[in-house]
């Protein structure tokens, strides 16, 4: 009796559990604990109020309780049912808030990929200038950027098994963040309707191993069918749109020989002229030198006041797209804006290239 | 109590006669009819294409639309047409207009001409919208999200438009009941007696005066933007994409209490009349009302958690969203204290006043899974927020609405509908409700995204129980309908007061005289005064 | 109904008769109005807001831009408006007491000013049409090339253009009240739709003071 007992408990622990994704990284299982903390609150909830009701349905109906009592209200009652459920609110805001902190600030180590959604594929432009369609391979156990942006329309890049999720938005960066601990593949959905295909714009996120991350990178092709398949779905394979094969941004093939994300930044201010203005050695010309910019504290002239900006991903591309927001201190207003002259694709590579110098 | 209709013999459906007579009409029921008519064929063709949009989701790949870009129009279709033709006037401009002035034991709304344009403003843009339904459809989705909205099929600017006009039906009823109760209330119905019912729709009608105007301007903007390219919300042009959704929420989320507010006004009236007792914390359900209201105007930031808006916005929206719950908490517990030690007549109306109990409590209790940012961002533009706002919208409002249709169509029919279908209709719309809706808490868990014309082969079967549970809700609304129109041909004599209700429309012979009363009511007490004889009355179980 | 009708004079004249007294009515109808007034200052408080963005974000577009209109033209429609306030308000008070022909003339005054509001904004609309400084995407003016000034534009079309149609309605309504007054419909027991269009033509007047300096002296 208490085996099976123990046994229908187990079976309906493992069927309740089965409602979530696999948790793929440590944050998704911090995740999963809120989840589950609001799930058994709001059941105790819930049990209460549909057990009162139909214990009063049952009780007093009219048949066995003729005459009511004339009650207006209990104020000791209403004070309660207003303070508690306000104080649990407020645990399962504080709770969330926590772990909502974890899941943005990427470590400073992250590795960064670039991801750009358009109608209707995923590209990932990787440091080196490997470029995949659809399909995002990053290595186990490291803690992985992406930094996103997008051609057309809104998109949203959803991981379920990381519990990871951002709009990617034209114009602006946005990011996600996420240490995967489960090798092998993972399903990748455009969340933000955008459009006919909107649910075939599908992506593999291809967690490998050291190895075959080693491998990956000096250009060997992976067979991603002997990989494991999504551990939330066992039974089925994780689906991309299209082909997903690599294919090199320069035109060149092999792995290492094609020109770096960094590079091409370098090709892309030397061929507008950037440098004209910008050092790369920290010499100061017309407007600041590139080396050592990114992530410094800048102070900048905006609206007329002097405010201190990081120069992060969002204010260089503000700056090279509308460079009369924000000038930096000391420097005249007089860059051009490059709006609309640079694709997706290079803004980032200068970005990447301003990166380097550090 | 003794006189019946029949005694009279004029009241206000033959007070006058012919097209015209209606077309015309000045009478707030009539024009809430003439509401309740319109809204019920949008009601048709909006559940159509939800049935169509679960028949195509009852396998992956494409089972009965050609294309996918078939599949996205639809579920456009049926979310515009739900939210802007249906769920927001459902209660308001059909019960409401019938219900309001005689619950203020008035003659007629404070401006009656402008109630009769205000229908019409409703019918010409339900009208323009609908017609482009013939020409080139539109597959933006109900939220118009830049800059998708700019780029696609032409006839968007058409729905747009009729959107936009009927905004100004909807501010025009709020405006005309806000200066109705404020001016023609009953001798003696000083504000602590109204009936909670008023006090809901006095709040909604404040929500739809001061937020229908930002989304006229919204949608106007984006008119603009897609007729001359002015460029705020367009990226292409400088702009920003992220300012539409601010704009269109802040609208969009008092919106959804525009539609709950009045469907909480509904059960506070039926559970006292089913219980025979006095509703438990009245003050505690009006000032939650309020509370409600005004906290709708400060939470619209907690749709756009991973839209690319700032940590801080984040933390403050996620922190005053949880406020929402509080307010709301008190009043199912009201409600359901309300019941203890009654005498509980569990008639349709009362049925359905359990059903929404049920579901709309687990509508609220998921709320709490979105408000909470970090569970937000796995679960938002999944199935799993499809199911907490339909067990908000159609479990909350839709059940709430039933049951005001079953509890008022006495009165103003003067019929009594067979109780034996009503209560089977129930019981099915209930089941096929959450055989619907539940499984899709399930699936946006497991991280299917919502607006999806095909998917994945793991999810096929929770989308099945699904599409079988639609079948069930069709069915069940079907009843509905077939056994009021036949209670309209051959219903008995419903008698002025079959519930035994206090409120003052059952003061009136069923159905009303032209203008009300006979004789103007003067009120003494409170609307749920239910004690001695009166406690003892109601119910046809 | 009982509504009025064109033969009825204002001493006879009797209100809808769900109200229990004239006043009642008045009383009301100007309630009203006052919502009506909230629901339009909600109305153009999304430009203010999307005015707002662009002035935080881009401070330099939005000071270089507004150079781009013509400040004097805007201080002489703001006379003009102010003005046109002035001769409403006689018209109310004109109405309150029952003067025929003073309603008559301030109403004609008012319609006169802001008929004049309407042709400096014409001149002004057709020069910029002329010039192709224009919103958005229609913006050709080689002069200033400055990122996002279309913008800037945008939002004075958008905001003036609604605020000129709210003027013409205006027109309409006020051009409706004289023919009413010379029928002599007006007098001390029901002057409604003076007093309450007097309240809009105030409130049209109030955005205007609000958008010449945001939009003409930006600095």
Redesign the interface.
């Given at each position: 009796m208490t085996k099976l007992l123990l046994c229908l408990i187990t079976l309906g622990n493992n069927a309740f559990a089965a409602?979530?994704?696999v948790a793929g990284t440590d944050i998704a299982k911090s995740?999963d604990a809120?989840?589950w903390f609001?799930v058994y609150l709001?059941l105790v909830?819930?049990v209460g109020?549909?057990a009162?009701?139909v214990w009063?349905?049952i009780r007093?109906?009219?048949e066995k309780?003729?005459?009511?009592?004339?009650?207006?209200?209990?104020t000791g009652?209403?004070v309660i049912?207003?303070v508690i459920?306000?104080i649990l609110?407020?645990v399962?805001?504080g709770?969330?808030?926590a772990?909502?902190q974890d899941?943005?600030h990427a470590p400073a180590n992250a590795m960064e990929v670039h991801v750009i959604g358009k109608q209707w594929s995923w590209q990932f432009v990787y440091k080196n200038g490997t470029s995949v369609t659809n399909d995002l391979y990053v290595p186990v156990n490291r803690p992985v950027k992406l930094i996103m942006s997008s051609e057309?329309?809104?998109h949203?890049f959803?991981i379920?098994?990381f519990?990871?999720?951002?709009?990617v938005?034209?114009?602006?960066y946005?990011s996600v963040w996420f240490e995967a601990k489960l090798p092998g593949i993972h399903?990748v959905?455009?969340?933000?309707?955008?459009?006919?295909?909107?649910?075939?714009m599908?992506a593999r996120l291809i967690v490998l191993t050291d190895d075959q991350w080693k491998d990956w990178l000096s250009g060997k092709k992976i067979d991603v069918d002997s990989l494991p398949a999504d551990p939330?779905?066992p039974?089925?394979r994780a689906?991309r749109l299209g082909e997903g094969m690599p294919e090199a941004v320069a035109g060149s093939t092999g792995g290492q020989k094609q020109l770096t994300l960094a590079d091409k930044g370098k090709a892309v201010v030397t061929a507008k002229a950037c440098i004209a203005c910008h050092s790369v050695d920290g010499s100061k010309m017309v407007g600041p030198s590139y080396k050592g910019l990114y992530g410094r504290e800048e102070k900048v002239v905006?609206?007329?006041k002097t405010i201190t900006v990081k120069a992060d991903d969002n204010y260089i591309r503000e700056s090279i797209?509308?460079p009369?927001?924000k000038v930096v201190e000391g420097y005249p207003?007089s860059m051009p804006?490059y709006?609309?002259q640079l694709s997706e694709e290079e803004i980032l590579s200068v970005i990447e290239y301003i990166k380097s110098l550090k | 109590m003794a006189h019946t209709s029949s005694a009279h013999g004029s009241n206000y459906l033959n007070h006058s006669h012919g097209i015209k007579s209606w077309l015309t009409t000045l009478d707030h029921k009539r024009i809430g009819l003439m509401y309740f008519v319109v809204i019920m064929m949008m009601f048709l063709l909006g559940g159509i294409f939800a049935l169509l949009v679960r028949w195509e989701l009852f396998a992956p790949g494409l089972q009965f639309f050609s294309?996918?870009?078939k599949y996205?129009q639809a579920f456009t279709y049926h979310g515009a047409i739900m939210v802007f033709m249906v769920v927001i006037p459902l209660i308001p401009a059909a019960i409401g207009n019938c219900v309001l002035p005689m619950q203020l034991g008035a003659k007629d709304v404070a401006f009656p001409r402008w109630n009769l344009i205000s229908y019409y403003v409703y019918i010409l843009g339900a009208t323009i919208a609908a017609a482009t339904l013939f020409i080139n459809q539109v597959?933006t989705?109900w939220t118009f999200?830049a800059?998708?909205s700019i780029?696609?099929g032409t006839s968007t600017t058409l729905v747009l438009l009729g959107a936009f006009i009927m905004g100004f039906s909807s501010i025009l009823t709020g405006l005309n009941f806000i200066v109705t109760v404020h001016k023609l209330r009953a001798p003696g119905l000083t504000w602590d007696r109204l009936p909670l019912f008023i006090w809901a729709v006095y709040a909604t009608s404040i929500i739809q005066v001061l937020a229908t105007p930002v989304l006229a301007i919204t949608l106007l903007l984006l008119v603009l933007e897609r007729t001359i390219g002015i460029g705020i919300f367009d990226?292409?042009l400088?702009g920003?994409?992220?300012l539409f959704q601010h704009f269109f929420w802040f609208y969009s989320h008092p919106a959804v209490y525009i539609m709950v507010l009045p469907a909480m006004g509904v059960i506070s009236d039926v559970i006292p009349a089913f219980?025979?007792?006095?509703i438990?914390?009245?003050?505690?359900i009006a000032a939650a009302t309020f509370g409600i209201a005004l906290v709708a105007f400060v939470v619209w930031g907690h749709h756009m958690f991973?839209?690319?808006q700032s940590?801080f916005a984040?933390?403050v929206f996620?922190?005053l969203t949880?406020l929402v719950?509080?307010p709301t908490?008190?009043k199912?517990?009201?409600w359901?204290?309300t019941?203890?030690?009654?005498?509980?007549?569990?008639d349709t109306p009362m049925l359905y006043a359990?059903g929404f109990?049920?579901v709309f409590?687990?509508g609220g209790?998921?709320g709490?899974?979105l408000?909470?940012?970090?569970?937000d961002?796995?679960l938002?533009?999944?199935y799993f927020v499809v199911a907490h706002f339909h067990y908000v919208m159609v479990g909350g409002t839709l059940l709430a609405f039933l049951a005001g249709l079953h509890y008022w169509f006495p009165k103003f029919s003067g019929k009594m509908y067979n109780e034996g279908p009503a209560r089977l209709a129930s019981w099915l719309i209930m089941i096929g409700f959450n055989v619907t809706f539940f499984p899709q808490f399930?699936l946006g868990?497991?991280?299917m995204?919502?607006?999806?014309?095909?998917?994945?082969?793991?999810f096929t079967s929770l989308n099945q129980v699904s599409t079988v549970g639609s079948w069930f809700l069709g069915v069940g609304f079907l009843i509905v309908l077939v056994n009021i129109i036949l209670a309209i041909r051959n219903g008995k004599p419903a008698g002025d007061n079959p519930w035994g209700a206090l409120t003052l429309e059952w003061q009136a012979p069923s159905p009303p005289p032209h203008e009300n009363f006979f004789h103007e009511p003067v009120v003494t007490e409170g609307p749920y005064e239910?004690?001695g004889e009166k406690?003892?009355m109601g119910?046809n179980? | 109904m009982a509504h009025s009708t064109g033969s009825v004079t204002h001493l006879e004249r009797h209100h809808a008769h769900h109200f229990k007294t004239a006043h009642e009515e008045f009383e009301a109808c100007k309630q009203g109005m006052w919502i009506f007034l909230v629901t339009e200052v909600l109305f153009f408080a999304g430009m203010f807001m999307a005015y707002a963005v662009l002035r935080?974000?881009?401070?330099?577009?939005m000071k270089a831009a507004h150079q781009l209109l013509d400040w004097k033209k805007g201080a002489l429609n703001t006379v003009i408006l102010i003005t046109s306030s002035l001769t409403m308000a006689l018209a109310v008070s004109a109405a309150q007491r029952g003067e025929k022909q003073k309603i008559i003339r301030y109403l004609w005054m008012t319609l006169i000013c802001a008929g004049g509001f309407m042709v400096v904004k014409y001149f002004e609309y057709a020069h910029k049409i002329h010039e192709h400084i224009l919103p958005g995407a229609l913006y050709q003016y080689k002069e200033l090339t400055?990122?996002?000034v279309p913008l800037f534009l945008s939002v004075y079309f958008v905001m003036t253009g609604i605020h000129g149609l709210h003027v013409l309605i205006g027109m309409g309504v006020i051009y409706w009240l004289i023919r009413r007054a010379s029928r002599n419909e007006f007098g001390p027991s029901y002057f409604t739709p003076v007093e309450i269009t007097g309240l809009y033509w105030h409130f049209v007047d109030l955005v205007w003071i609000y958008l010449f300096p945001l939009l003409y002296l930006v600095s």
């Open positions: 409602t979530l994704p995740w809120v989840y609001l709001s909830f819930f109020i549909v009162a009701m009063f349905a007093y109906r009219k309780n003729r005459k009511p009592k004339y009650i207006h209200g209990h009652l209403e049912w207003t459920p306000t609110l407020f399962c805001f709770w969330g808030w772990v909502y899941m943005i057309d329309v809104l949203a959803f379920p098994n519990r990871v999720k951002s709009d938005v034209p114009g602006m946005t399903q959905y455009c969340t933000e309707y955008c459009g006919t295909v909107h649910s075939g599908l939330t779905f039974g089925y689906n905006a609206n007329g797209e509308n009369l927001a207003p804006p709006k609309g | 294309s996918p870009d996205n597959d989705g999200y800059p998708y780029r696609t990226p292409k400088g920003d994409p992220v219980s025979r007792k006095p438990f914390g009245y003050k505690a991973v839209s690319g940590e984040n933390f996620s922190f949880m719950a509080v908490g008190v199912v517990f009201s359901i204290a019941m203890y030690k009654g005498s509980l007549r569990l359990f109990l049920f409590t687990i209790l998921t709490v899974f408000a909470v940012v970090s569970t961002v796995h938002t533009a999944t399930i868990a497991l991280g995204p919502r607006r999806y014309a095909d998917y994945l082969p793991q239910y004690r406690a003892l119910g179980a | 935080v974000l881009y401070p330099d577009m400055m990122a996002k």
